[in-house]
């Protein structure tokens, strides 16, 4: 047998394409080739599979060797292919049976002696394998995470020769044990936080329909205080949305614990982080920081003072809830459904509006540092509410409701919206009339506000699906002047300083 077919996986955004490796062996100068758009690291894998055959103790034929990663079209990084193209060849000289090929994939890399290495995104490999009815082959130390796509498809090896020992005696190797029960959850609880009631609220009414938010105040108040109180208001991941957030982290290097797979991520990248490290980037397309947040809270603190064009960026996704990063080589989508978060200062100094703090900002200065964020960008944010200085007296009073109360009213309010198909911030415009209907008086107010404040369409959406959850919240069929007045009362920051 001069030809060995078999399969690996590729990475592209969080998908794995199926990667079949084609490996012939013919007469001629002793050469080994690999073709079909190999970057760099994969062409350099004939070293390293040389070597890892010659140390196992197989013969590395002389002849002229020509691996093809079909399909050709499809970029290739890393050293994932490694074990696929070292077994390809000992299948082509006949050192291995290839016959059981056909049942398995193989994702890994090859040490110079032989031994198996990690690869990134071994979580969707084995979720496209799986759905294939093959067993994943890769190393021991992915196999925690392939185990979430279903422990007895896949098969795990330390070593070369182990594999071999799997094609010529089956069920050789071992499978992972199951998933280890994750970490409880050990958020910050939002009794800590003293007074704020109004703040308090747009935080409970934020986790209930999953509507962004906008917390405003002099510095010391509480706004990153309340904002790190939100993951624990939220309800558990359910297995799909904790399997789709456990993808996106299984491709970001050295960023994945399966002990917190099912932990709703909460990230809080500093305001000096570029566009790219927000979105993803790179030449082989990684994550960026609205990737990781997928189904979790992302805490933008110091939101003016982060460079306009990285908010900017931000603007496609709150809509759509995924990104797609485009490179000459081709384009990598990921899922990038997250809740925002956002604080920020009055104005420069930090003490407009504050009875305590003498503000020297004059109003061209104040202007400036608000125009920083685009009146789009500010468009798309639900709730926008002031986070005021409070009292001695409320800062030493009782404490406040703890997370596990809030969280209890928060779920009971999702529930009625998964009921009706989608969570509130949600709601295609097609269903607005149906989902949101108000009464002819409460319309007439809706528009006086709009006029008012200069709302955009967009916004009287907005302000609508923020009246829907706290009708929710309440428990109400249809939404009342109350919850209308109370969603108005959030957007009082579009009208400017």
């Known amino acids: 047998m001069s030809l060995a077919v078999l399969y690996s996986r590729a990475q592209t955004g969080v998908q794995a394409p199926l990667v079949t490796v084609e490996v012939h062996l013919a007469n001629g100068l002793p050469a080994l080739s690999i073709v079909g758009l190999p970057e760099t690291a994969v062409r350099e894998s004939k070293d390293r599979v040389r070597s890892a055959l010659l140390h196992s103790g197989f013969e590395f034929p002389a002849r002229r060797i020509t691996v093809n990663l079909a399909p050709a079209d499809l970029p290739k990084q890393g050293g994932r292919y490694d074990l696929a193209i070292a077994l390809g060849i000992l299948a082509a000289s006949g050192q291995v049976p290839g016959e059981a090929l056909d049942h398995y994939e193989f994702v890994a890399e090859l040490a110079l002696g032989g031994a198996l290495r990690p690869v990134c995104g071994a979580l969707p490999a084995a979720l496209a394998t799986t759905s294939q009815g093959r067993q994943l082959v890769c190393a021991r130390e992915n196999g925690a995470e392939a185990a979430l796509a279903g422990s007895d498809r896949v098969r795990l090896a330390g070593h070369l020769l182990e594999v071999c020992e799997q094609l010529r005696n089956p069920d050789r190797l071992p499978c992972p044990g199951h998933p280890a029960d994750p970490q409880p959850p050990d958020h910050p609880d939002l009794s800590d936080v003293r007074g704020q009631h109004q703040a308090r609220r747009a935080l409970e009414i934020s986790a209930a329909g999953n509507h962004s938010l906008l917390l405003i105040g002099p510095p010391g108040t509480g706004k990153t205080l309340l904002a790190s109180r939100l993951p624990g208001l939220l309800p558990p991941l359910d297995e799909q949305e904790a399997l789709e957030t456990a993808t996106v982290r299984s491709i970001s290097a050295g960023r994945f614990d399966v002990r917190h797979w099912r932990l709703r991520p909460f990230r809080t990248p500093?305001?000096?982080?570029?566009?790219?490290?927000?979105?993803?980037?790179?030449?082989?397309?990684?994550?960026?920081?609205?990737?990781?947040?997928?189904?979790?809270?992302?805490?933008?603190?110091?939101?003016?003072?982060?460079?306009?064009?990285?908010?900017?960026?931000?603007?496609?996704?709150?809509?759509?809830?995924?990104?797609?990063?485009?490179?000459?080589?081709?384009q990598a989508e990921f899922p990038a459904r997250f809740q925002l978060v956002a604080a920020m200062n009055p104005c420069p100094c930090g003490y407009q509006g504050d009875p305590d703090g003498a503000c020297r900002c004059t109003p061209e200065q104040v202007q400036r540092y608000r125009s920083r964020i685009s009146g789009p960008l500010l468009d798309r944010i639900d709730i926008q509410v002031q986070v005021p200085r409070i009292s001695w007296e409320q800062l030493n009073g009782a404490d406040g409701e703890s997370s596990a109360q809030v969280r209890t009213r928060v779920s009971s309010a999702r529930r009625c919206q998964q009921a009706r198909g989608q969570l509130n911030a949600g709601i295609p415009l097609n269903r607005m009339d149906c989902i949101c209907r108000l009464s002819t008086p409460d319309k007439a107010l809706l528009q006086k506000a709009a006029q008012r404040f200069r709302l955009s369409p967009r916004a009287v959406h907005r302000i609508l699906r923020v009246a829907r959850t706290i009708a929710d919240l309440d428990q109400k069929d249809d939404i009342q002047a109350p919850h209308l007045q109370e969603a108005i009362s959030y957007r009082g920051f579009d009208s400017g300083p």
């Open 270 to 330: 500093h305001h000096t982080a570029s566009a790219a490290a927000l979105v993803g980037g790179g030449s082989n397309p990684r994550p960026g920081e609205i990737s990781l947040a997928h189904h979790g809270v992302l805490f933008l603190d110091e939101f003016p003072e982060f460079k306009r064009h990285v908010l900017e960026v931000l603007r496609e996704p709150l809509e759509t809830g995924s990104i797609i990063v485009s490179r000459a080589s081709g």
